[in-house]
């Protein structure tokens, strides 16, 4: 099977909830033990062999652009603007990079701390299928839940909010990072695009594949070493520089 070479990061979001590091910086600026979150996940796709990232940003987004320029190592970074970052969603930031969408790629959220071994084992997983890289979903969670069948297929993805009273083992927390094929990436981008047609462009990605589950499979992928962590604010940052240091 064709390896895929190409990743989307979206970093356009305002990152509110970092206040006061992201009033001066992009969220996906913010460091972990002195490397950012963006040039840790660079830095991995990289030394991964991944020949092109496409990073759609927004918030502050110069700074990204005057950072990392347009290249890192031997991989190229493209960007993508999305200027409505104040009343859109992860869907239109994607929406915005559907091309890379349509070769297979990996999506990465910008929010994601996540190490090379971690990546290694979800490189390692066949291109015949798209994953969804997932953590057990626990009744202290939030976040996107995907929901699966007896095979891991992603029967329901869900946007959890408040705390769900019961948890089952077919529960699964999004990592923020996901594989998908062209096959898969295909169909996305046609979902994106109705969805920007009706002017609904408000809302995660997440939702936009949980309108479509049934018309092309997706199955969970559980890494069970855990080398990631999703940077929502500031209590998350210190399990991050914990887990990391």
Same mark, same amino acid.
């Given at each position: @099977?064709?390896?895929? *070479?190409?990743?989307?990061?979206?970093?356009?979001?305002?990152?509110?909830?970092?206040?006061?590091?992201?009033?001066?910086?992009?969220?996906?600026?913010?460091?972990?033990?002195?490397?950012?979150?963006?040039?840790?996940?660079?830095?991995?796709?990289?030394?991964?062999?991944?020949?092109?990232?496409?990073?759609?940003?927004?918030?502050?987004?110069?700074?990204?652009?005057?950072?990392?320029?347009?290249?890192?190592?031997? @991989?190229?970074?493209?960007?993508?603007?999305?200027?409505?970052?104040?009343?859109?969603?992860?869907?239109?930031?994607?929406?915005?990079?559907?091309?890379?969408?349509?070769?297979?790629?990996?999506?990465?959220? $910008?929010?994601?701390?996540? *190490?090379?071994?971690?990546?290694?084992?979800?490189?390692?997983?066949?291109?015949?299928?798209?994953?969804?890289?997932?953590?057990?979903?626990?009744?202290?969670?939030?976040?996107?839940?995907?929901?699966?069948?007896?095979?891991?297929?992603?029967?329901?993805?869900?946007?959890?909010? $408040?705390?769900?009273?019961?948890?089952?083992?077919?529960?699964?927390?999004?990592?923020?990072?996901?594989?998908?094929?062209?096959?898969?990436?295909?169909?996305?981008?046609?979902?994106?695009?109705?969805?920007?047609?009706?002017?609904?462009?408000?809302?995660?990605?997440?939702?936009?594949?949980?309108?479509?589950?049934?018309?092309?499979?997706?199955?969970?992928?559980?890494?069970?070493?855990?080398?990631?962590?999703?940077?929502?604010?500031?209590?998350?940052?210190?399990?991050?520089?914990?887990?990391?240091?």
């Amino acid at each position: @099977m064709n390896k895929i *070479s190409n990743a989307i990061i979206l970093a356009a979001g305002l990152g509110e909830r970092l206040k006061p590091i992201t009033e001066e910086i992009p969220k996906c600026m913010t460091e972990v033990n002195g490397i950012s979150i963006l040039e840790n996940a660079l830095k991995v796709l990289s030394n991964n062999d991944i020949k092109k990232t496409v990073i759609v940003i927004g918030y502050l987004g110069e700074k990204i652009i005057d950072a990392f320029k347009e290249q890192y190592g031997d @991989m190229k970074i493209i960007y993508r603007w999305n200027n409505d970052y104040k009343t859109t969603n992860s869907m239109y930031s994607l929406w915005l990079a559907r091309d890379f969408l349509e070769e297979g790629t990996y999506l990465i959220e $910008g929010d994601i701390f996540f *190490s090379s071994n971690f990546f290694e084992v979800v490189q390692q997983l066949r291109v015949n299928k798209s994953y969804w890289i997932v953590d057990q979903f626990y009744s202290y969670c939030d976040g996107s839940m995907s929901i699966t069948d007896n095979e891991g297929r992603i029967v329901e993805v869900k946007i959890v909010k $408040g705390k769900l009273e019961k948890c089952q083992d077919n529960f699964f927390k999004s990592s923020g990072i996901l594989k998908l094929n062209f096959e898969f990436g295909l169909k996305f981008s046609s979902w994106l695009s109705e969805e920007i047609r009706i002017d609904n462009t408000n809302v995660y990605y997440d939702l936009v594949i949980a309108k479509h589950i049934n018309d092309i499979p997706i199955y969970v992928h559980y890494v069970e070493n855990k080398e990631w962590v999703e940077i929502d604010d500031l209590y998350d940052l210190s399990r991050a520089e914990k887990k990391f240091q």
